[in-house]
């Protein structure tokens, strides 16, 4: 049987893990959106990662614009990860939705 202590200590463990991967999540878009700004030429980079990390959605609307300069090059890997990680947002979300009771 496990004491109440370690009851509050795993409690406040999985509190502190699920804002630590919030912030790592906000962290990996917002560096993948600046990322893809920098290789398309969209300038300043630094206030599209800004703008990526705040509104999620600015990364799939970068990707989908063409790029300023005449050069093609590919996506980063911080790129692909971010694209995993937007993916699995819109999955949960939608499965979120889906067991809600009417």
């Known amino acids: 049987m496990t004491s109440p202590l370690a009851c509050k ?13 919030l912030i790592a999540t ?11 700004a920098e ?12 703008l990526g990390a705040v509104f999620w959605l600015y ?5 989908l614009t063409d790029a300023t300069t005449p050069e093609k090059t590919s996506p980063r890997p ?7 990680v937007f993916c699995l947002l819109i999955a949960s979300v939608v499965l979120a939705a889906g067991f809600q009771t009417p």
């Open 9 to 21: 200590l795993i409690s406040v463990f999985f509190s502190a893990l699920e804002i630590l991967m």
């Open 26 to 36: 906000v962290l990996v878009v917002g560096r993948a959106t600046y990322a893809c």
């Open 39 to 50: 290789r398309k030429g969209f300038q300043p980079p630094t206030l599209w990662g800004i």
């Open 59 to 63: 990364l799939p609307i970068l990707e």
């Open 78 to 84: 911080v790129e692909y990860i971010s694209w995993i």
